[in-house]
């Protein structure tokens, strides 16, 4: 995957939202955005600059578990929660697509199923 693959898987989830809040390279991708509640969470995270990785949130166990089966091309994430968020190369020889898609439903998943209820059920998460 490229990161404009990326981009666009991510935006194709049900309440998901792109900004720039950081600088005019970093591109974050959120779930739950809503007039009456504001700003998501973030689910996914891509540098301008770096193109070929992503972070990713992920279960503690299971981020561990990714690390350890796939090393040349999965970190922790870098300036970010190490035991919660995952860096991946997407140019990395063991990965495939589907591989990333996989983490990037599950980054999703678990960032939205954390949202309230009722930001939830505002935003069709």
């Given at each position: 995957m490229n990161i404009e693959e990326v981009r666009e898987y991510?935006?194709?989830h049900t309440a998901a939202s792109e900004a720039f809040p950081f600088d005019q390279d970093t591109m974050v991708f959120r779930v739950g955005d809503t007039e009456a509640y504001?700003?998501?969470?973030?689910f996914?995270?891509?540098?301008?600059?770096?193109?070929?990785?992503?972070?990713l949130k992920c279960d503690p166990e299971r981020a561990v578990?990714?690390?350890?089966?796939?090393?040349?091309?999965?970190?922790?994430?870098?300036?970010?929660?190490?035991r919660h968020w995952n860096g991946v190369f997407l140019t990395g020889p063991h990965l495939t697509?589907?591989?990333?898609?996989?983490?990037?439903?599950?980054?999703?998943?678990?960032?939205?199923?954390?949202?309230?209820r009722r930001v939830r059920e505002a935003a069709g998460v």
């Open positions: 991510c935006l194709a504001g700003a998501g969470k973030i996914a995270l891509c540098s301008l600059e770096r193109p070929d990785y992503v972070l578990e990714l690390r350890d089966r796939y090393p040349e091309e999965i970190e922790p994430g870098w300036h970010m929660n190490k697509d589907a591989q990333v898609r996989e983490m990037i439903d599950h980054s999703y998943e678990l960032v939205g199923g954390s949202l309230p």
